[in-house]
Nanobody, 122 residues
Framework: VQLQASGGGSVQAGGSLRLSCAASGRTFTDNAMGWFRQAPGKEREFVAAHSWSGGTNYADSVKGRFTISRDIAKNMLFLQMNILKPEDTGVYFC?????????????????WGQGTLVTVSS
């Protein structure tokens, strides 16, 4: 599975961005997919996940502000980010794994996309 993320940019606090991730190659409709981010000088962290059955998981820091969605027919993953804060700044990565548990563990995830930079200014 190859993943291509896009949609990053610079916004002011309180603004919105929508990230997209296109999956290509040998895709698995029953894979879990998710978003992670890495802030400058920090480790990569989990943001949100979407299981093949439609279930979603969110990091506490983004609950109520971010929404993950998926278009399985088009092999696309989205992250709608609202009420952005400066602490949301970072490089955002999409990821995919056959196991939702593996995705949520952030360890040994099978497929990663390149990152897209999100910068939120105060």
């Amino acid at each position: 599975v190859q993943l291509q993320a896009s949609g990053g940019g610079s916004v002011q606090a309180g603004g919105s961005l929508r990230l997209s991730c296109a999956a290509s190659g040998r895709t698995f409709t029953d894979n879990a997919m998710g978003w992670f981010r890495q802030a400058p000088g920090k480790e990569r962290e989990f943001v949100a996940a979407h299981s093949w059955s439609g279930g979603t998981n969110y990091a506490d820091s983004v609950k109520g502000r971010f929404t993950i969605s998926r278009d399985i027919a088009k092999n696309m993953l989205f992250l709608q980010m609202n009420i952005l804060k400066p602490e949301d700044t970072g490089v955002y990565f999409c990821a995919s794994d056959p196991s939702l548990a593996t995705l949520l563990s952030s360890r040994n995830i099978r497929s990663w996309g390149q990152g897209t930079l999100v910068t939120v200014s105060s």
